[in-house]
T-cell receptor, first 112, second 115 residues
Framework: QQQVKQSPQSLIVQKGGISIINCAYE??????FPWYQQFPGKGPALLIA?????SEKKEGRFTISFNKSAKQFSLHIMDSQPGDSATYFC???????????FGKGTRLSVIA | KAGVTQTPRYLIKTRGQQVTLSCSPI?????VSWYQQTPGQGLQFLFE???????NKGNFPGRFSGRQFSNSRSEMNVSTLELGDSALYLC??????????????FGSGTQLSVL
């Protein structure tokens, strides 16, 4: 049973546009929601993360929006650049030493 | 500071064989997690070790096993390989027990192909 559902599976965005990736979860015990970025041939790397006590977190061109009541969170990439082309994974976990549960990933291609 | 190192980078095996993958975490990191990455399933959790003890285990058959040494280095073993075991195996380390398994630092993975 997939605990974190991610969409879309793939996304093509024009340079300068906004990329939006969505995730939904069911487990109300989740209280940590990170996004990881993976380039070809590399392992995933933490991009940005949020906890449920805030509805939005922004770091540079990357923003997480969080909707606790809908049990959804999303990643927005403003002014998307070709260098942003990568696979993005959302994840979630409860507090404590419990493993992260990952979504299936979104392959983003930013074209000039 | 060196990152997470995984060896070998690529591995080709045949069905029925066994394989051992190695992971050296970032210095000072005591937790090591293993994930299997496939195109259709994303990242699936295998197990996590902390101070040589398996603390968490995912939903994989007993053919998948691991261990952690006193220097925090970890190995993962897959016995009786099946075609479906072909995947990228990722190791990740994290800093402290108190902060949990939130911020993971991944290696580049071992690409296993089973023929």
């Amino acid at each position: 049973q997939q605990q974190v559902k991610q969409s879309p599976q793939s996304l093509i965005v024009q340079k300068g546009g906004i990329s939006i990736i969505n995730c939904a979860y069911e487990n109300t015990a989740f209280d940590y929601f990170p996004w990881y970025q993976q380039f070809p041939g590399k392992g995933p790397a933490l991009l940005i993360a949020i906890r449920p006590d805030v509805s939005e977190k922004k770091e540079g061109r990357f923003t997480i929006s969080f909707n606790k009541s809908a049990k959804q969170f999303s990643l927005h990439i403003m002014d998307s650049q070709p260098g942003d082309s990568a696979t993005y994974f959302c994840a979630a976990s409860p507090s404590g030493n419990t493993p992260l549960v990952f979504g299936k990933g979104t392959r983003l291609s930013v074209i000039a | 500071k060196a990152g997470v190192t995984q060896t070998p980078r690529y591995l080709i095996k045949t069905r029925g064989q066994q394989v051992t993958l190695s992971c050296s975490p970032i210095s000072g990191h005591r937790s090591v997690s293993w994930y299997q990455q496939t195109p259709g399933q994303g990242l699936q959790f295998l197990f996590e070790y902390f101070s040589e003890t398996q603390r968490n285990k995912g939903n994989f058959p007993g053919r998948f096993s691991g261990r952690q040494f006193s220097n925090s280095r970890s190995e993962m073993n897959v016995s009786t390989l099946e075609l479906g075991d072909s995947a990228l195996y990722l190791c990740a380390s994290s800093l402290t027990r108190d902060r949990g398994l939130e911020k993971l630092f991944f290696g580049s993975g071992t690409q296993l192909s089973v023929l």
